[in-house]
T-cell receptor, first 113, second 109 residues
Framework: DAGVIQSPRHEVTEMGQEVTLRCKPI?????LFWYRQTMMRGLELLIY????????DSGMPEDRFSAKMPNASFSTLKIQPSEPRDSAVYFC???????????FGDGTRLSIL | AQRVTQPEKLLSVFKGAPVELKCNYS??????LFWYVQYSRQRLQLLLR??SRESIKGFTADLNKGETSFHLKKPFAQEEDSAMYYC???????????FGSGTRLQVQP
């Protein structure tokens, strides 16, 4: 298995633009997680899905952020409109069950100018 | 509520010295503890989970329920151990793994 695949690896865009981050979980994993990592706040859970259904989105910072999982093999995290304070590394992870080890993707390094 | 505390942001040791990265947790149920490692600009990787009771890259961690701790230890640090280490707690309920704030380990030559 190629592991969790995220795209793009890097994204640089101007504030106000829409940003879409993509994630392909490990096949057979029922859980998918989106995290944000910054120097100031460390690793923060944004949202997670179980069987494509959002379970806990309390970590999503505000309405500008949205996440979807249309099928078991694909998820998106969208920011619209983007702001400079959204600059961070966004990780996607998947797991076979809620308390099983999470397998992380390489992350998307997002820079909003 | 679940909480993971890693009191040290940075731990700097010399090569060959023992290492202990501290992790304390707060959880009312039966905990599931993990250590993840993140090398420079790489993805987080699972290092250890307490139920496996194994040693990976010379690291071990023992769950101490009395002290609610899951400290990560290595008797002789190597330069390649330099990385960010995250302790994580699993439990029942709607919330998934709770990560600590991380400790950066610097192993100097």
């Amino acid at each position: 298995d190629a592991g969790v695949i995220q795209s793009p690896r890097h994204e640089v865009t101007e504030m106000g633009q829409e940003v879409t981050l993509r994630c392909k979980p490990i096949s057979g994993h029922d859980y998918l997680f989106w995290y944000r990592q910054t120097m100031m706040r460390g690793l923060e859970l944004l949202i997670y899905f179980n069987n494509n259904v959002p379970i806990d989105d309390s970590g999503m910072p505000e309405d500008r952020f949205s996440a979807k999982m249309p099928n078991a093999s694909f998820s998106t995290l969208k920011i619209q409109p983007s702001e400079p304070r959204d600059s961070a590394v966004y990780f996607c992870a998947s797991a076979a069950s809620e308390n099983q080890p999470q397998h992380f993707g390489d992350g998307t390094r997002l820079s909003i100018l | 509520a679940q909480r993971v505390t890693q009191p040290e942001k940075l731990l700097s040791v010399f090569k060959g010295a023992p290492v202990e990265l501290k992790c304390n947790y707060s959880y009312s149920g039966s905990p599931e503890l993990f250590w993840y490692v993140q090398y420079s600009r790489q993805r987080l990787q699972l290092l250890l989970r307490h139920i496996s009771r194994e040693s990976i890259k010379g690291f071990t961690a023992d769950l101490n329920k009395g002290e609610t701790s899951f400290h990560l230890k290595k008797p002789f640090a190597q330069e390649e151990d330099s990385a960010m280490y995250y302790c994580a707690l699993g439990g029942t309920g709607r919330r998934a793994l709770t990560f600590g704030s991380g400790t950066r380990l610097q192993v100097q030559p």
